[in-house]
């Protein structure tokens, strides 16, 4: 009798539990909400994105509560992707289904990112991606749960190529990194540039990744085209701007980095990539509010943050904030919270999400400064126009993404 | 002028080019050659002491006020001297295994060296300036040549025939070719052969280092500069054909001029033209081109 | 030493027994989505060892065999439709064609020679990879539906998903170990141990290196096809070479030539590599790299040879 009384109590309390731990999840799951950060923390984007983003996501989460004081704990958990698809897909679903993980963030190159976006989709929580590169994100792959954050190629391709177009660059030539992420840098450029008047000359296809680009760059020359417009990334764009002013390319014939940070300008310095224009979504030096939080930043990391790591804090505070305001963690009821609420914090004035998942914000069209110029550390770019939202993004009206009803 | 509707002017260059960068693979591989010649063992870690090299030599700058000219003395003595710490306490112990363990083992090494210069100056490299004396270019008509490319390829072939000069004319040599055919009899006739196997890593790994060097102020002083590289490398040393000593340099530098070439007429096809040649190689001469079957 | 050889080989069908079980409840004690990683190496793994542990050849390329079969396995499935099995079947077929083209240009070398040569290639089989548009290229061919088995099955559910990958497991793990007690496989040994023997005694030494060569192709190809389903995506680190050092690492690790050391070094490597990357962040490499040095140098007979060598002293005494 005592045995079933015994079980019967704790069939109740079972019961009970469940009851409870159901109504919890209607709010937040366990009254918590945990950050997962998925990045690069040892392979080519480490720099750009890597430890600086974990950083960024401890100071979203540390402002967070400072600010809105909540009812429930936030938490945060990191991993090294390796930038292998396969670890980012394992470590997803685990930090999904086991550990309680209510979005998973940064997600630094295009393979990880599509396949952690599908996951996200399937176990229906959040994605917030401020690393990865490529349009198929909010195109072709687009889903209802993922956010592209802080850029993609279409708008720096884009940014760059126009502008530098309406400034007189009319001849152009490119060097293109042959793999499907180059082609389509070049391929958005090449609109761009003819839409604005000017012209394509030709353009070499380089083998991913390469060394050495002095034959590539000698056909630039060859060719006679004002501009070089430089349709790759990484260590690749480095080599190339580096050679190009080894054998006298620049200053005579202009570089335009289609695909370019910071921390590239700030690996290769300013005697080589001086004057060279690019588009970046964040710049630390470009008023007070962007200086003070890049100074919070520099302190910890040692470095400037890029647009990268900005874009992380802007998005995961964005993303808590949308929880507080929904009263959820609930991947629908956030993301319709999100998207309904404009972004205004240092990194975005009047941002906001769009039904494809892309975050469309200001750009700024930069040129980095000849080494007289700079005064301070970091101090790297001229900002020389802003992009505003509506036109630095790919237009809805050429989306490829479902979601889009046109 | 055009040769296949390519402007003579632009071929020229992109020989010249081709050369440029077939003297690195010539310096690379003929540190392989050698240290496969006499040891056996593929040193997998060239790649790495290679991307060191230049590191030495940046640290050297940056931190030390040492200049060009001394760090492409100071690095390969530098790397070299760690090749020798690593030959003595782990390549040692393998040489009575199978040769594959060298490999598996240079491969560690090599993750290690690149895992830790990755943690210590991240992944985007560090800028290397020309020195002073090099800077600029001369116009060749054709082409605009800087100076320090040139400086490359006169540097490389000096070192490259030097050794070779080394190897096969002075005693030292005959003692290290003796060696490598017969290592009982040489160790019979009073010399010590365990040094000369140690002294030949050293040099091999200061050969990759040299090439480090003389690459740093061209690429991204980067962690990971030298582990695609290395790559190229090895098919360069099976196209020569293993341990051969001329041939590995000529094979470099052919093989710099092909991809110069292919960068011209197909320039996508430019980075596996390399492994491409290497296959039609083995299937008529399995040697490869100066190898003893 | 004849009687203990002879003690683990009655031991081995208990062993096995006791293994396969082992493998039917796994998913209900741990993470099954992990497991199925493992399983998937781990049958990557024992491919290879089929050929450096019996044969003695050492193929640095081995990832173009996964990588390649991953990839038409997840075209056939996202592009054509075709049902999971037949997938995987696809891709071991393909891994088996391409471990012919590998196997007739290298075999003719030896020892550093053959595994150079695999590499080069295996270079090749990446660039097509990294260039051709129906990979993916750098993104990875992403999406691929892990369907329904024999049309029937939903492999969305990961616990059907995981005995499928299983099934796959003991049917390659069954061909290597037939292979390996075949007279086939005792000829392989008797290659490796000594080849200008083996000539002398009539075998055709080619035929028998690239029969072996096609048939780790094929199951380094088949563990490649299991994993896209798993994972639902193929993308370019299973053909680049880092992957062809890193089964090398496993097998080593495991245990040379020994039937169960690939799974357990494939195993302990899958678990490293999730469990550093929330710890050690960019040591990982170095980590890799030190096991790497440290198994060379001093266990060279891997954990399952050393544990086998312990066994065997305790025998004795």
């Known amino acids: 009798m005592k045995h079933i009384n015994r079980k019967l109590t704790a069939l109740a309390c079972a019961t009970a539990f469940a009851t409870l731990s159901g109504a919890a999840n209607a709010q937040i799951s366990g009254n918590t909400v945990k950050v997962g950060v998925l990045t690069d923390m040892s392979g080519t984007y480490s720099d750009l994105a890597g430890s600086g983003a974990v950083l960024a996501t401890q100071m979203a989460i540390d402002d967070f509560i400072a600010e809105a004081k909540p009812a ?40 990880t990112a599509l396949a952690v976006m599908k996951i996200a989709k399937e176990m229906n929580r959040v994605a917030l991606m401020s690393g990865p590169a490529s349009t198929p994100i909010t195109n072709e792959q687009c889903n209802d749960v993922s956010v592209h954050y802080t850029y993609d190629t279409y708008a720096l391709a884009n940014g760059t190529a126009k502008a530098v177009t309406q400034q007189g660059g009319k001849t152009w030539f490119f060097l293109t990194a042959d793999y499907a992420f180059g082609q389509a840098l070049e391929k958005d450029s090449t609109a761009v540039v003819t839409a604005n008047g000017g012209k394509v000359l030709g353009s070499v296809r380089h083998p991913f990744p390469a060394s050495d680009f002095s034959s590539f760059l000698l056909q630039a020359q060859a060719s006679g085209a004002q501009i070089i417009g430089l349709a790759n990334a990484g260590a690749d764009t480095t080599n190339a701007i580096k050679q190009a002013a080894e054998f006298g390319i620049t200053p005579k014939q202009a570089l335009a980095g289609l695909l370019m940070f910071i921390s590239d300008v700030h690996a290769i310095g300013l005697k080589s990539t001086q004057g060279m224009y690019l588009t970046t979504g964040f710049y630390w030096d470009l008023n007070d509010a962007t200086r003070a939080w890049s100074k919070r930043f520099f302190d910890k990391q040692k470095r400037m943050p890029t647009m990268v790591q900005a874009g992380q804090y802007s998005s995961v505070l964005h993303y808590l904030r949308a929880v507080k305001a929904a009263g959820t963690d609930d991947a629908a009821k956030v993301m319709a919270q999100m998207k309904k609420t404009p972004i205004n914090d240092f990194f975005a004035k009047n941002g906001r999400i769009r039904e494809d998942g892309r975050m469309v914000h200001d750009m700024y069209l930069a040129q980095v400064k000849k080494p007289a110029e700079s005064k301070y550390p970091w101090d790297y770019y001229h900002i020389r126009q802003v992009i505003p939202a509506d036109e630095a993004f790919q237009p809805l009206s050429q989306s490829r993404c479902a979601l889009v009803k046109k | 002028m055009e040769i296949f509707g390519v402007p003579s002017a632009l071929l020229g260059s992109q020989l010249l080019v081709g050369l440029i960068n077939g003297s690195f693979y010539a310096v690379l591989s003929l540190g392989l050659a050698i240290i496969f010649g006499l040891l056996n063992i593929i040193n997998f870690a060239h790649g790495a002491q290679y991307m060191m090299g230049a590191f030495v030599a940046w640290i050297a700058l940056t931190k030390f006020g040492i200049n060009y000219w001394a760090a492409l003395l ?213 040697a490869g081109l100066f190898g003893r079957a | 030493m004849t009687n203990n050889d002879s003690m683990f080989a009655r031991a081995m069908p208990a062993l096995m027994t006791g293994l396969f079980v082992l493998g039917l409840v796994a998913p209900f004690m741990m993470y099954p989505t992990f497991l199925m990683k493992m399983l998937c190496f781990g049958l990557f793994a024992c491919a290879f060892n089929l050929l450096l542990g019996f044969a003695g050849l050492l193929s640095f390329g081995h990832a173009a065999f996964l990588g390649s079969a991953g990839y038409i396995c997840g075209m056939l499935v996202r592009d054509l439709g075709v049902t999971p099995e037949l997938g995987i079947l696809g891709g071991t077929l393909a891994a088996g064609a391409l471990g012919w083209v590998f196997g007739v240009l290298a075999i003719r070398r030896t020892g550093i020679y053959f595994a150079m040569i695999t590499l080069a290639l295996s270079q090749m089989v990446y660039f097509i990879v990294l260039q051709w548009k129906a990979t993916g290229g750098e993104d990875g061919l992403q999406g691929v539906p892990r369907g ?73 190809g088949m563990a490649g096809a299991t994993k896209t389903l798993v994972f639902q995506l193929a993308s370019l680190t299973d053909v680049h070479w880092h992957m062809s050092g890193e089964v090398v690492l496993m097998t080593l690790l495991g245990g040379l030539g020994t039937i169960f050391g690939p799974l357990v070094g494939a195993s302990v490597i899958v678990a490293l590599q999730s469990e550093l990357a929330d710890k050690v962040g960019s040591w990982v490499t170095v980590i890799m790299g030190v096991i790497f040095v440290l198994c060379v140098l001093l266990f060279r007979r891997g954990i399952v040879g050393e544990l086998q060598a312990l066994i065997r002293r305790s025998g004795v005494n």
Not at chain 1, 74 to 100: C, L, P, Y
Not at chain 2, 111 to 118: K, N, P, Q, S, T
Not at chain 2, 178 to 207: D, K, M, R, S, W
Not at chain 3, 184 to 209: C, H, M, Q, T
Request: glycine share 10%; proline share 4%.
């Open chain 3, 148 to 220: 329904h088995l024999f049309g029937v099955i939903d492999l969305s559910n990961n616990l059907a998903m995981y005995y499928l990958v299983f099934a796959v497991f003991c049917i390659g793990f069954f061909i290597i170990h037939r292979a390996i007690h075949s007279p086939f496989g005792e000829i392989l040994k008797a290659i490796r141990e000594n080849e200008p023997r083996a000539v002398s005694l009539g075998y055709d030494v080619a035929k028998f290196k690239l029969l072996a060569f096609v048939i780790s192709a094929s199951l380094a």
């Open chain 2, 74 to 286: 100071l690095s390969p003595v530098v790397i070299g001297a760690l090749g020798v710490v690593l030959e003595r306490t782990m390549l040692r112990r393998l040489y009575k295994l199978d040769h594959l363990y060298g490999l598996l083992l240079t491969f560690g090494l090599a993750l290690i060296f690149e895992g830790f210069f990755r943690d210590q100056y991240g992944i985007s490299g560090q800028p290397y300036e020309v020195p002073e004396l090099l800077q600029g270019g001369v116009s060749l008509g054709f082409m605009f040549l800087p100076i320090y490319r040139g400086w490359v390829v006169v540097a490389a072939l000096v070192v490259c025939f030097g050794t070779w000069f080394m190897i096969e004319k002075t005693k030292l040599g005959a003692y290290l070719r003796a060696g490598t055919e017969n290592p009982q009899i040489v160790q019979a006739l009073g010399i010590n052969v365990p040094l000369l196997i140690t002294f030949t890593y050293g040099y091999g790994v200061a050969l990759a280092a040299f090439a480090g060097v003389l690459a740093a102020p061209i690429y991204q002083v980067n962690p990971l500069m030298g582990s695609n590289l290395i790559i190229v490398v090895f098919a360069v040393v099976v196209i020569g054909g293993m341990g051969s000593i001329m041939g590995s340099i000529l094979t470099g530098l052919g093989l710099g001029l092909i991809e110069g070439l292919t960068r011209v007429f197909y320039p996508e096809g430019s980075a596996v033209v390399v492994f491409f040649i290497m296959v039609i190689v083995l299937l008529v001469r399995p």
């Open chain 1, 72 to 111: 429930f704990k936030v938490e945060m958990v990191s991993a090294d992707h390796q930038n292998k698809a396969d670890i980012a897909s394992t470590k997803a679903r685990e930090w999904f289904e086991r550990e309680g993980v209510d979005t998973a963030t940064e997600l630094v190159t295009t393979s």
